[in-house]
């Protein structure tokens, strides 16, 4: 009965490098939401992807960041050319196909960026 | 934008004492969602709420949808240790245009629960 899952926990990065963050919703969802936490902040919406579509890309900064959710395989979160302002704990959620405000998330990506 | 207010913003109380926290926006809201974070963890669903006036409770939490839609209060009775963590309203946003999907979360109200 495994739940949301995220890897790696976490990842050290320096300026410049790519950040690819895996996400594997619970079994038989298929919604995953990532997320963005800033220390002693709330979860601040990135994106919502069902299967090899993008449904709302609203919180996504505009450059260097993008998401995929294949048909087979996990969800991907990619952020090309890191900053150290995208240090943060990344989670992924995920949703049963109708109900996709009751959402249940991942332990999360915690990324530093040296 | 749509904001979610939390208060207090943290909480220091005795084991076996209740605890009481709200969460107030100036919008209003059709769904409220509570959640708690442990350290080093993802949030966990406690509550979810549908219905203005509706009361659900989960064990010893209890949680209210406000009559005005501008607000929800969660209550924890005879705190335990394990209560320990980080309390986040949420909700999805209202007379957007996008998806049911994007939710807004509070800041939180941290709690600390004393043996």
């Known amino acids: 009965n495994a739940g949301v899952m995220q890897n790696p926990r976490h990842l050290v990065r320096r300026r410049g490098q790519e950040a690819r963050l895996r996400c594997s919703p619970m079994k038989g969802h298929s919604h995953v939401y990532w997320y963005r936490q800033l220390p002693e902040e709330g979860l601040k919406f990135m994106v919502y992807l069902q299967k090899e579509n993008i449904i709302d890309e609203s919180g996504m900064p505009k450059e260097r960041f993008s998401a995929e959710f294949p048909k087979e395989g996990p969800s991907i979160l990619r952020i090309q050319q890191v900053v150290r302002g995208d240090s943060a704990a990344y989670f992924c959620?995920?949703?049963?196909?109708?109900?996709?405000?009751?959402?249940?998330f991942g332990p999360g990506t915690r990324l530093t960026v040296t | 934008g749509q904001q979610l207010n939390q208060s207090p913003q943290s909480m220091f109380i005795q084991e076996g004492e209740d605890v009481s926290m709200n969460c107030t926006s100036s919008?209003?809201?059709?769904?409220w969602l509570w959640y708690k974070q442990e350290p080093g963890e993802g949030p966990v669903l406690l509550i979810a709420?549908?219905?203005?006036?509706e009361l659900t409770s989960n064990g010893r939490l209890t949680a209210q949808f406000g009559i005005t839609r501008k607000d929800s209060f969660l209550n924890i009775s005879a705190s335990i240790p394990s209560d320990v963590g980080i309390y986040f309203c949420?909700?999805?946003?209202?007379?957007?245009?996008?998806?049911?999907?994007?939710?807004?979360f509070g800041k939180g109200t941290k709690l600390s629960v004393k043996p």
């Open positions: 959620a995920s949703s049963p196909q109708a109900v996709s405000y009751e959402q249940y």
């Open positions: 709420l549908y219905k203005a006036g």
């Open positions: 949420a909700g999805p946003r209202a007379n957007y245009g996008g998806s049911q999907g994007n939710l807004i």
């Open positions: 919008s209003i809201f059709n769904t």
